[in-house]
């Protein structure tokens, strides 16, 4: 079964950092390109950084470039989120997902098809 | 940087109806770049529609997604206890994801 366990959340104070962890299994994870998702409590979903399997290719929601940086291990089966200078506003459940690169017809299928339970970062004094 | 919009925000419904929700887009999305989520309290989302009308594995054939080009619609045929949640849909476009900011489908 596909397995992607997200820890490393926490409470931490504003301009702080934190690493988030994600563990993968279950799957290729070396031929996955993976991605970072936040939800603010009782907030929407919002996309948060993504990285291509051979982390060649790595792009990040404005709300975040520059303070949080995205990569992976691929011998480790394991994605990571460094965040620094945190903010009130970027308290949420953050959520790792797979992008699996699905291809038909002649086209891309651009989803998300398997998601972590989450881990919860708090920015707080 | 293209923005998804749901209708209605909430939409109060009881068990046995249909529900037709809607994701209307900012600018032209591919068919294959749009994909919906299902959200219940304390889970992750889960996939349920992806190339905007192919169901994913497991999803029941209430379920099912039409549109292109800025509209496209969620609808569940007959609504099941465990359907009540949250609805996102999403797009892929300029190596950018954007979520829609939800509907919540309750119990009426």
């Known amino acids: 079964d596909v397995q992607l366990v997200e820890s490393g959340g926490g409470l931490v104070k504003p301009g702080g950092s934190l690493r988030l962890s994600c563990a993968a299994s279950g799957f290729t994870f070396s031929s996955s390109s993976m991605n970072w998702v936040r939800q603010a409590p009782g907030k929407g979903l919002e996309w948060v950084s993504s990285i291509s399997s051979t982390s060649s290719y790595i792009f990040y929601a404005d709300s975040v470039k520059g303070r949080f940086t995205i990569s992976r291990d691929n011998a480790k089966n394991s994605l990571y989120l460094q965040m620094n200078s945190l903010r009130a506003e970027d308290t949420a459940v953050y959520y790792c997902?797979?992008?699996?690169?699905?291809?038909?017809?002649?086209?891309?299928?651009?989803?998300?098809?398997?998601w972590g339970q989450g881990t919860l970062v708090t920015v707080s004094s | 940087e293209i923005v998804l919009t749901q209708s209605p925000g909430t939409l109060s419904l009881s068990p046995g109806e249909r529900a037709t929700l809607s994701c209307r887009a900012s600018q032209g999305v591919s068919s294959t770049y749009l994909a919906w989520y299902q959200q219940k309290p304390g889970q992750a989302p889960r996939l349920l529609i992806y190339g905007a009308s192919s169901r994913a594995t497991g999803i029941p054939d209430r379920f099912s997604g039409s549109g292109s080009g800025t509209d496209f619609t969620l609808t569940i045929s007959r609504l099941e206890p465990e359907d009540f949640a949250v609805y996102y849909c999403?797009?892929?476009?300029?190596?950018?994801?954007?979520f829609g900011q939800g509907t919540k489908v309750e119990i009426k």
């Open positions: 999403q797009q892929y476009g300029s190596s950018l994801w954007t």
């Open positions: 997902a797979r992008y699996p690169g699905y291809f038909s017809g002649g086209s891309y299928y651009y989803y998300f098809d398997y």
